[in-house]
């Protein structure tokens, strides 16, 4: 009897076809030059990085007093409209900056590598070449690991350091909240994700505004600032978009040591306002808190990553009572 011939499974196939039908429809049926306007309604300014061509960032010195700098966080659709609440309250208040960080907003967006020491470069590069006097300086989630690195190297220009709902406080003891970074992958699936045929459709799955919607939903405890989603999904739609958050998701920006390495030799005082965060977990958060004296936390509840959006008042509370008692 003859042998029939073997054949591919169909499954196989359709995820073949599928994937290079997403791939083509990413390339030339997707607009990655959407109009956008400016994330919080203020004088925009830009200037020259050490490690980046050009950096923008929101301003309004209208009001005297010692300067307030804000940085958004680091995510796919990442911009300083995470910051817009906190920007618009302390705007009439004091000097407020908002920096729009490498690869993301108005600042340069270039195919090149992002690391560490380029978002640590580019808080020092805000702080010395335009703040230049020590600031109160506001970080969320993974940026207050840069910020922190930029307070360890200059603690001359932090006033206050406040991270709302860091990143670096798991108990590794009970499992790892960067898998890739933490076991050595993050160069591999860097590699990975960012191949050139394939690496643009990978980010646009991510920004869909369903896939939008998603990940915000899990950083609300009520419901999602239609105005965040509206921006999250515009910002995600620009020229160069991809480049930084495909390094964020490959884990190449964690840094594994943070707590001990950085985090508890800070000088500066430290603020930590947090409550529950799918991303992120805070275990070792006492920890350092009874090792620092020099830091505070404040529990703001029910949050889930994004306080100042839902619970602003409580926020601006606490943030004017730290200030206060320095």
Request: glycine share 6%; hydrophobic share 40%.
């Amino acid at each position: 009897m003859a042998g029939k011939k073997k054949t591919g499974s169909p499954l196989g196939g359709l995820l073949f076809v599928t994937a290079a039908g997403w791939i083509a429809y990413s390339a030339f049926g997707i607009n990655h030059r959407m109009p956008i306007g400016p994330a919080i309604d203020a004088r925009r300014e830009i200037f020259n990085g050490r490690s980046t061509r050009f950096l923008t960032y929101y301003v309004d010195r209208s009001a005297a007093g010692r300067p307030l700098v804000l940085l958004h966080s680091i995510n796919a659709a990442a911009s300083s409209y995470e910051m817009r609440p906190l920007f618009e309250h302390y705007r009439t208040l004091r000097p407020v900056y908002a920096l729009d960080l490498p690869g993301f907003g108005f600042s340069e967006r270039a195919n090149r590598r992002y690391t560490r020491d380029t978002y640590k470069d580019a808080i020092l590069d805000l702080l010395t070449e335009r703040v230049r006097e020590p600031a109160d300086v506001i970080a969320l989630s993974l940026s207050g690991e840069f910020a922190a690195r930029a307070a360890l190297e200059r603690p001359d220009l932090f006033h206050s350091l406040t991270l709302i709902s860091p990143s670096g406080f798991v108990d590794r003891r009970k499992g790892s909240a960067q898998p890739f970074s933490d076991y050595g992958l993050s160069e591999l699936v860097y590699n990975v994700l960012a191949f050139p045929l394939w690496g643009q459709a990978i980010y646009d799955l991510l920004a869909t505004r369903p896939s939008i919607r998603w990940f915000l939903k899990q950083s609300f405890y009520g419901p999602v600032d239609e105005g965040l989603a509206e921006y999250d999904y515009l910002t995600s739609h620009q020229p160069g978009a991809r480049h930084a958050p495909l390094h964020f998701v490959s884990g190449l920006l964690f840094m594994p040591s943070i707590r001990e390495a950085v985090y508890e030799r800070l000088k500066p005082p430290v603020l930590v306002l947090y409550d529950q965060d799918y991303f992120v977990r805070f275990d070792m958060l006492p920890t350092t808190l009874e090792r620092c004296p020099n830091w505070r936390a404040e529990r703001i509840s029910p949050t889930r990553g994004l306080p100042h959006f839902e619970r602003l008042p409580d926020v601006t509370r606490a943030l004017d009572a730290f200030w206060g008692n320095l």
